[in-house]
């Protein structure tokens, strides 16, 4: 899906993250030299220039089957989902029409 153009004249920023979910991930790490463990790159660190002698690696997250499945529901029109209406005790609500 690389290279994909989105099929809406306008999209919000909700809806694009919610693409690039579908989709699949990609974000930048490195590891911290004190103690071993991989620690996410911000845009701030980037902007700061903390990060000028460590080793950044991009790492994938999986695309997510549920982002996918509601973006299609969204644009396809999901069905309306089954609703049962009772009373307050749980009995069947009875509706009359007057005249």
Do not use: F
Not at 19 to 35: E, P, S, T
Not at 69 to 95: C, F, I, M, W
């Amino acid at each position: 899906m690389t290279g994909a153009r989105c099929c809406c004249a306008k999209t919000t920023s909700e809806d694009r993250a919610q693409i690039a979910q579908a989709r699949g991930l990609k974000y930048l790490v490195y590891r911290d030299r004190k103690n071993g463990k991989w620690i996410r790159v911000t845009r701030e660190m980037l902007e700061k220039g903390e990060l000028q002698d460590e080793l950044i690696e991009v790492w994938d997250k999986e695309p997510s089957v549920q982002a996918y499945a509601d973006l299609v529901n969204r644009t396809l029109d999901k069905p309306a989902d089954h609703v049962e209406l009772s009373g307050n005790d749980g009995s069947p609500l009875v509706l009359r029409w007057e005249r």
